[in-house]
């Protein structure tokens, strides 16, 4: 299948297209600027209190002094060192505050899965579908953190690079990107088993042994993250211990975290009083992720996509507290890719992205400016 669709698309990138999906990633972060002003005339919040709210510090810190060597409360080690790592690395080169390097590296990297984005559509599909894929994904409600300095922007990079390596079936190269995108972030899981879809489709077609290299491969970033805790903390599941302790993180089972989500909303329409903004926002994410889901399939995509979207999918369904957030639709690049080919353009396309836009400004401004939502 993967070879069908991919036969008669140039091997080279034609770099004179860059101009597209940069003029819609600038166009998107113009837009988070200005929700950033905004948000600091309401609130009196500083443009860089605002790209490092929440989450961003923890990331800042790493990227400055490392890990603790002790598991206790929310700590640094909740988060994956891919990401801080590139801060440091930049701010050793640079010679600039780690702040200047996330700027540097979260724009840098969100850019390059802009144009990933566009180019995977455009080879999967046309220029067209790619403009519309590339518009909702830096447009996306949760695309805010791209703004931010947080890692979703150097994770969906890999990811979709990783996707792009394994259609190409360059197996070592998938292996090598999709490691780092699994040292980046905790859901970077998902790519081992995009990368184990890849290797079904390999043999299936051809008997082609050499692309399971590509599961252990993606797999051994994941691993490495842990078995460097461990050395350091001498407790190898210190992640798990530490999302446990520090923010009371868990993976249910059969979707209890949803469940609780929809109990929720359910009390609050029954009964009134204050919503609890997370739970709507989780089942109105939900509700996004199936209905962009079944696109995908009516799509009908490389298994590779699928199988990262399914990875992506069951770990925000397990998860009792982090479930579908927005900024966990905008790395399950996927769903955009599919919207963007099946949506054309018209009045239901305008309205997709005129609603996205005034999300996305909405989010930015509630996000730095209260507690209301987290991120």
Not at 71 to 77: A, D, F, I, N, T
Not at 226 to 233: G, M, Q, R, S, V
Not at 250 to 263: A, C, I, N
Request: overall charge positive.
């Amino acid at each position: 299948m993967t070879a069908e669709i991919l036969q008669g698309v140039p091997r080279r990138v034609d770099h004179r297209s860059l101009w597209r999906p940069s003029l819609l990633f600038a166009s998107s972060r113009a837009l988070v600027l200005f929700a950033f002003v905004v948000a600091g005339g309401v609130r009196r919040v500083g443009l860089r209190d605002a790209m490092t709210s929440w989450d961003s510090g923890f990331y800042l810190g790493i990227a400055k002094y490392g890990y603790p060597s002790r598991v206790h409360g929310p700590s640094r080690l909740a988060f994956f060192p891919g990401f801080p790592l590139v801060i440091r690395g930049v701010t050793n080169v640079l010679h600039v505050p780690a702040f200047s390097a996330s700027v540097i590296v979260v724009f840098a990297f969100g850019l390059a899965a802009a144009c990933g984005v566009w180019f995977l559509t455009r080879e999967l599909s046309n220029a067209y579908a790619a403009d519309r894929a590339t518009a909702l994904f830096v447009f996306a409600p949760g695309s805010f953190v791209l703004s931010m300095a947080y890692s979703e922007a150097m994770f969906v990079f890999c990811a979709v690079a990783t996707c792009w390596a394994l259609l190409r079936r360059r197996w070592i190269f998938a292996g090598v990107i999709g490691a780092i995108g699994a040292a980046t972030r905790p859901d970077g899981i998902a790519l081992v088993l995009a990368a184990a879809c890849a290797a079904y489709v390999a043999y299936r077609d051809g008997r082609e042994l050499r692309a399971v290299l590509a599961v252990p491969l993606v797999a051994s970033g994941f691993i490495a993250v842990h078995l460097y805790f461990w050395a350091h903390t001498g407790d190898l599941f210190a992640y798990f211990a530490t999302e446990r302790r520090g923010w009371h993180h868990s993976f249910g089972t059969f979707g209890t975290g949803r469940l609780d989500d929809l109990t929720s909303v359910w009390h609050t329409m029954l009964h009134g009083g204050r919503p609890e903004w997370n739970h709507l926002v989780g089942l109105l994410g939900l509700v996004l992720f199936a209905g962009a889901f079944a696109v995908l399939m009516r799509w009908r995509p490389p298994l590779e996509l699928i199988g990262f979207t399914v990875g992506m999918g069951l770990i925000a369904f397990t998860s009792v507290q982090v479930g579908f957030r927005p900024r966990l639709l905008l790395a399950t690049f996927p769903l955009s890719m599919a919207l963007g080919i099946k949506l054309r353009r018209g009045p239901w396309f305008a309205t997709a992205i005129a609603t996205s836009s005034a999300l996305l400004m909405m989010l930015s401004i509630v996000t730095v400016t209260t507690r209301l939502i987290t991120p």
